[in-house]
């Protein structure tokens, strides 16, 4: 029987309670990336969600990470919450064109976030979907197109290489829970978000691509409440029997307010880490 690969980190890694608890008292704050993935063995990119980051970023992140680390990359909010996931061709130009691939092999999936105001409308988000390139290739096919200005060599890729992309959709609004909506995913080969929100936003764990992607954002209270052993066991048993069918699965918790975030990733990769594959 082959298993899926495990990952397990954090949303972000630059929070300032951190500093003095997870992060050593008196490290550098331009270490703590660093210092993180030797903990992690995955951090999802969120600077990302909000404004285009700089190649010269997407190159450094890359460089204080370990070689078989592993960045997601959260996809532009102004593609889909502000376009609303319509019109969408030159914002996403421009975000591949942005020096994501830069990340080299250290490129995860790309994760794209919906406004819980944002409904089920299954011939947009089809094609939306459809837009998404599925390969680097396609990819910089894409990127060429930007309006941004981007030096071609600080786009990152590599024409002799050709690798696939992952994305994975995070929805928060009740319409998208329909057989259509899931039945749409399987087609596109796009992953279901797993997005445990202490209860504020819908609860889905339908796998419906090669690899499945966790968000925990809280147990109990969004962005703050930790996991207890128990739940975190039950986490762990969901995990891999995902992992039992051969998909990879990328967990990422977001309940940093209360600096429970990276403890809880440790604590829950601690549990993957005896098993098969």
């Known amino acids: ?161 050709e690798r696939p992309i992952r994305h994975a959709l995070e929805v928060r609004s009740v319409s998208f829970d329909t057989e259509r909506y899931f039945a749409l995913l399987e087609r596109q080969g796009v992953a279901s978000v797993v997005a445990d929100t202490a209860g504020r936003w819908p609860f889905f764990t339908r796998v419906t691509a090669d690899f499945a992607y966790v968000r925990l954002h809280g147990d109990e209270i969004l962005y703050e409440s930790g996991y207890s052993p128990e739940s975190l066991d039950t986490w762990a048993a969901r995990i891999d029997g995902w992992r039992a069918t051969g998909r990879d699965v990328f967990v990422y918790f977001d309940n940093d307010i209360k600096v429970r975030a990276p403890y809880d990733a440790m604590a829950l990769a601690s549990r993957l880490a005896s098993q098969p594959g």
Do not use: C
């Open 1 to 161: 029987m082959h298993w899926g690969e495990a990952r397990v980190g954090i949303s972000g890694w630059r929070y300032a309670p951190w500093r003095g608890d997870f992060y050593p008292k008196g490290l550098q704050q331009r270490l703590e990336l660093e210092y993180a993935s030797s903990r992690l063995s995955s951090i999802e990119l969120n600077g990302s969600f909000y404004s285009l980051q700089r190649p010269s970023s997407w190159l450094s992140w890359s460089q204080q990470t370990p070689v078989d680390f592993v960045f997601s990359v959260k996809g532009p909010r102004y593609v889909t919450h502000l376009l609303r996931l319509r019109s969408t061709d030159e914002a996403l130009a421009n975000f591949f064109a942005s020096g994501l691939f830069r990340l080299g092999p250290k490129l995860g999936p790309i994760l794209w976030q919906l406004p819980p105001n944002l409904h089920f409308d299954e011939e947009q988000l089809d094609a939306f979907l459809s837009s998404l390139p599925r390969t680097t290739t396609e990819a910089a096919a894409l990127a060429a197109r930007s309006t941004r200005g981007t030096a071609p060599e600080e786009r990152g890729f590599d024409p002799t290489l």
